[in-house]
């Protein structure tokens, strides 16, 4: 089905979201100057929905009395691991039969359990619903955010051992914000990055160039357009070549065995030289100003291990830094404001940014503060721009409304891996990438974030709020059903037994920018059925004063469909 008609088709025509899927770039407004602007409720709510995996009614308030310069602040503290330390790992929830990690504990740094299926089995989802229960979690903070964004950069996938995904994404998750150059060489002789892309494989006889070239194409420079045969403007088929060269002979360790997991760059005994690294010059084309890598490195034939430091540092963050800072800036840009990218935004925006990268030496966290800071991210457009990822989608409606996930162990641990199943579902597969670069819905042009929304995600992403507001959600492995207090959630508001206000309240919480009033009135009519607005006074201050079964089940009825409506709207689809 054709995604336009699509939307057409569900939501009818003039809506939200069939208007965005078919918008133009974003104005510039007052590009990247510090916003000066009003800020409020719906400007906090803006970037804590953009930077956060949803946020409640409290902490978009506290954002509003914090002021933008200290939420900005808040939500990068993170970068600092003292302030902010690394998250505990995540431990054996249910499974009595492993040897070497009994329920509660941590497996990360246990033997691997190869020979047993279901010790594998566990320790994969282990890894998958503590990482959903740390997007949960995380209060105001970029690092999630960052996380996922990073996950989806330096892609891995197919990993044949939990304890390599775990390594993988706390060495993301240390350094969300800190330095692209640091995180790149650490995911260059990541183990599971190792065996993913073949650099394992790699040595000087039989050179393996598969990360050699997503290094380049889509870790760090990008692809530009073909100038000629072998020749795509930012880099050619000699340099994946003389890449790959300096990369050979890095080994991931026995996995049945090994309790350490780096990866090791083995030396024989007698010459002190790794057999599979190749030690001659690398001599780079003319897209890297014909540069070579010599060795021996300072004058040390021995020092091979460093060599792929030295390309990163001097060779790609150097010679073609201009070309890194830029594809970085673009990929932060259509991750945290809009995928749509033009002339204006480029000169204006993207070209800023990327200066400010070049400027922290690679640093993100201070290109981030602008970015979030700016005008252009606050202008009017870009509220409720892009359709929200399936991870958003889950997350806001979850977050914002509130809902406490089971405490017991085990049913925490399968609750979160519930939730992983609904973004695979949704088709956003966490540590599942279908392909090296990653979701599609972030890169694929035309469509980008348009991707996420088709015939078949849809009615699953309908399905699961329709199921939280009527408490009719289950989850496997956890007793009972599960949904929304919706009573406990209009409690938070200002004068929720004003049904006007009410409808005013949820609305400018939960939606990205205000709706028509047709929209509202049909909002009204849901809760009212017909009623007049004082019935809802009535009945709601019944409930405060004589707290019961009887008189909750009256108000809770009415907010069910209410909220069955709004949460069906376009506008809850949008971010």
């Known amino acids: 089905m054709n995604r336009r008609s699509m939307f057409t088709n569900v939501f009818g025509q003039n809506t939200s979201l069939q208007k965005q899927v078919s918008a133009s770039a974003l104005p510039v407004a007052g590009g990247l100057t510090p916003y000066n602007g009003v800020w409020d ?6 970037l804590l929905r953009r930077a956060c995996f949803g946020a409640s009614y ?14 900005v602040t808040n939500l990068l503290a993170a970068k600092d691991l003292t302030k902010v330390p690394l998250p505990s790992p995540p431990v054996n929830p249910v499974y009595a039969n492993d040897p070497d990690v009994p329920i509660g504990a941590t497996w990360v740094s246990a033997p691997s359990g190869v020979g047993d299926n279901l010790i594998q089995q566990y320790r994969q989802n282990s890894v998958r619903a503590w990482s959903f229960e740390l997007m949960y979690s ?30 993988y994404l706390n060495t993301i998750r240390e350094n969300a914000l800190g330095n692209f150059k640091t995180l790149t060489k650490s995911m260059t002789i990541d183990p599971a990055m190792l065996l993913y892309l073949n650099g394992n494989q790699n040595t000087s006889k039989a050179p393996n160039e598969n990360y050699a070239r997503e290094l380049l194409e889509l870790f760090t420079i990008g692809k530009g ?21 300096c990369l050979t002979g890095w080994k991931i360790p026995n996995l049945r065995n090994a309790t350490n997991l780096n990866a090791v760059f083995p030396v024989a005994p007698i010459t002190g030289l790794n057999p599979d690294h190749d030690y001659n010059d690398k001599t780079l ?60 935004i480029e000169s204006e925006i993207i070209d800023g940014l990327a200066q400010r990268l070049i400027a922290d030496n690679f640093e993100v966290a201070g290109t981030l503060s602008l970015l979030l800071s700016s005008e252009h ?20 409606n979850i977050k914002s409304i509130g809902f406490n996930p089971p405490t017991t162990l085990s049913e925490k641990y399968a609750y979160f891996l519930d939730m992983w199943r609904n973004g695979l579902n949704f088709q956003q597969g966490y540590l599942e990438h279908p392909s090296v670069a990653g979701w599609s819905a972030y890169y694929q042009e035309p469509s980008f974030h348009e991707i996420w929304i088709s015939s078949a995600t849809l009615p699953l992403r309908m399905s699961l709020t329709q199921n939280y507001v009527n408490k009719t959600a289950r989850v496997r492995n956890v007793t009972g059903t599960i949904g929304f207090d919706l009573v406990a959630y209009i409690q938070k508001f200002q004068e929720p037994s004003d049904i006007n206000k009410l409808i005013d ?71």
């Open 225 to 245: 357009d073909l100038a000629g045969p072998g020749d795509y403007t930012t880099f050619t088929e000699v340099d994946v070549a003389a890449i790959a060269k």
């Open 138 to 167: 995380e209060q105001i903070s970029l690092r999630e955010k960052m996380t996922l964004f990073w996950h989806n950069h330096f892609v891995t996938a197919d990993t044949p051992d939990p304890r390599l995904e775990y390594k």
């Open 41 to 46: 409720f719906a400007a906090a709510s803006h």
């Open 505 to 575: 309240s949820i609305v400018q919480h939960l939606l990205p920018r205000p709706i028509q009033q047709n929209q509202i009135d049909a909002l009204k009519e849901a809760l009212l059925q017909g009623n007049p607005d004082y019935e809802w006074k009535v009945e709601y201050e019944a409930y405060v004063a004589r707290p019961s079964n009887t008189t909750r089940m009256v108000i809770d009825t009415r907010l069910k469909r209410l909220f069955n409506l709004l949460l069906a709207m376009p506008e809850n689809y949008l971010i």
């Open 58 to 71: 409290a902490q978009i308030n506290q954002a509003v009395t914090d002021g933008l310069l200290k939420t």
């Open 377 to 396: 991210f606050y202008s009017d457009a870009a509220f409720g721009a892009m359709v929200q990822s399936p991870l958003e989608f889950i997350f806001h």
């Open 285 to 344: 084309s003319h897209r890297f100003n014909n540069f070579v890598v010599k060795t021996p490195l300072a004058n040390n034939k021995k020092d091979g291990i460093k060599e792929y430091e030295y390309l990163i540092d001097e060779v790609i963050f150097n010679v073609k830094k201009a070309d890194a800072a830029k594809f970085l800036a673009t990929k932060l840009y259509r991750y945290f404001v809009y995928y749509k990218i033009d002339s204006n």
